[in-house]
T-cell receptor
Framework: SQKIEQNSEALNIQEGKTATLTCNYTNYSPAYLQWYRQDPGRGPVFLLLIRENEKEKRKERLKVTFDTTLKQSLFHITASQPADSATYLCALVGTGNQFYFGTGTSLTVIP | DTGVSQDPRHKITKRGQNVTFRCDPISEHNRLYWYRQTLGQGPEFLTYFQNEAQLEKSRLLSDRFSAERPKGSFSTLEIQRTEQGDSAMYLC??????????????FGPGTRLTVL
């Protein structure tokens, strides 16, 4: 079965630095990959989508890369702010439209 | 608020009881998903509908779980004979699936179930 791994440890970074989160997967060939943000007690919120034939996507301070050879996606937040503190989830989506979420990475941006 | 809504937000029940949750998607969205999320884990897919048709169910969805979307609008998720292992956050999401487009999900706030 497919396996999705995100940074196993919580990530703490200083305000203004770039946060880099990883999403590695095995036993799967997703059609596309998405990143979501989740705050405590709330549902996830969509951030970015990247297709299998795309290498990189950007949106404001966010950047996502997708390497289907390495089976890895990297999610970057540049000029991080305390308001970016949350759990970030990657989700793989196959042709059958079933979504597989990773366990998430907790990010804390320290002022 | 025109987002996805779920009711109730919290449910406490005793083991063996039946519970039903409701999800109201964004009105023009034709796809609706149910997920379960436990502490420290990502959402786990349960099932999804396109309009009123249930297109896929997870193998993890036991016979005690059933979902409906009778008119292609709101959906209900029922759990019969609840067990303590059913305690989790149940999330609903909807998406405006268009032909040839990718699927982006809009999540509701979830229903937190506690089985005593």
């Amino acid at each position: 079965s497919q396996k999705i791994e995100q940074n196993s440890e919580a990530l703490n970074i200083q305000e203004g630095k770039t946060a880099t989160l990883t999403c590695n997967y095995t036993n799967y060939s997703p059609a596309y990959l998405q990143w979501y943000r989740q705050d405590p007690g709330r549902g996830p919120v969509f951030l970015l989508l990247i297709r299998e034939n795309e290498k990189e996507k950007r949106k404001e301070r966010l950047k996502v890369t997708f390497d289907t050879t390495l089976k890895q996606s990297l999610f970057h937040i540049t000029a991080s702010q305390p308001a970016d503190s949350a759990t970030y989830l990657c989700a793989l989506v196959g042709t059958g439209n079933q979504f597989y979420f990773g366990t998430g990475t907790s990010l804390t941006v320290i002022p | 608020d025109t987002g996805v809504s779920q009711d109730p937000r919290h449910k406490i029940t005793k083991r063996g009881q039946n519970v039903t949750f409701r999800c109201d998607p964004i009105s023009e969205h034709n796809r609706l998903y149910w997920y379960r999320q436990t502490l420290g884990q990502g959402p786990e897919f349960l099932t999804y509908f396109q309009n009123e048709a249930q297109l896929e169910k997870s193998r993890l969805l036991s016979d005690r779980f059933s979902a409906e979307r009778p008119k292609g609008s709101f959906s209900t998720l029922e759990i019969q004979r609840t067990e303590q292992g059913d305690s989790a956050m149940y999330l609903c999401a909807s998406s405006p699936r268009l032909a040839g487009d990718t699927d982006t999900q809009y999540f509701g706030p979830g229903t937190r179930l506690t089985v005593l």
